[in-house]
Nanobody
Framework: QVQLVESGGGLVQPGGSLRLSCTASGSIRSLYSMDWYRQAPDKQRELVASITRDDRIKYAEFVKDRFTISRGNALNTAHLQMNSLKPEDTAVYYC?????????????WGQGTQVTVSS
């Protein structure tokens, strides 16, 4: 079992910043990637940003130049720095990890952290 602990969500005014963190623990063999997704009410879950263990990074077009994903010193931690937040960024943000030490690849999700952008 993999446990994902997400933190850093909250209420922020438009133009503000938040930093989300995700730490994986438990039955980890070989983490390949750590991703952030988000889901707004009545919308599908969508990829926000992804980082692999060799630092290949991908961003959704709607967050480029505003959000930055990074890994912590420990390879089981990822951060999402969110700047210039907009009301449309309001959503539950989920951390997802993929472990290629299992066959098939083991995918685990966190429980989510609420981000609300409102004045």
């Amino acid at each position: 079992q993999v446990q994902l602990v997400e933190s850093g969500g909250g209420l922020v005014q438009p133009g503000g910043s938040l930093r989300l963190s995700c730490t994986a623990s438990g039955s980890i063999r070989s983490l390949y990637s750590m991703d952030w997704y988000r889901q707004a009410p009545d919308k599908q879950r969508e990829l926000v940003a992804s980082i692999t263990r060799d630092d290949r990074i991908k961003y959704a077009e709607f967050v480029k130049d505003r959000f930055t994903i990074s890994r912590g010193n420990a390879l089981n931690t990822a951060h999402l720095q969110m700047n210039s937040l907009k009301p449309e960024d309001t959503a539950v943000y989920y951390c997802k990890v993929s472990d290629i030490g299992f066959y098939p690849t083991k995918v685990s999700w966190g429980q989510g952290t609420q981000v609300t952008v409102s004045s």
